[in-house]
Nanobody, 115 residues
């Protein structure tokens, strides 16, 4: 069956870094646009970053530009989100999303930025 499994979340101090991973299975990963969303407590889910099928085109929310980098490895069916210079406002549950003919979601991984 289709699975998107996020990992790499945790507690980090402001200014620190984390690398999230999302392992995909059950569908043809290379055909899907991959995205990272996040949802902070009491707020709506927002798009953080997206990457095209071959990885050549990426887009970022203004709030994370220059700090976050999305990448993918189609051979490993995995998408990554490298997060640097983390701020308390980055605290959220981060979700992996895949879209082509269908839309799939992971269950999320919690990132907490706090001193």
């Amino acid at each position: 069956q289709v699975q998107l499994v996020e990992s790499g979340g945790g507690l980090v101090q402001p200014g620190g870094s984390l690398r999230l991973s999302c392992a995909a299975s059950g569908f043809t990963f290379s055909r899907y646009v991959m995205r990272w969303y996040r949802q902070a407590p009491g707020k709506e889910r927002e798009l953080v970053a997206s990457i095209a099928t071959a990885g050549g085109s990426t887009n970022y929310a203004d709030s994370v530009k220059g700090r976050f980098t999305i990448s993918r490895d189609n051979a490993k069916n995995t998408v990554y989100l490298q997060m640097n210079s983390l701020k308390p406002d980055d605290t959220a549950v981060y979700y992996c999303n895949a879209e082509f003919r269908s839309v799939y979601w992971g269950r999320g991984t919690l990132v907490t930025v706090s001193s």
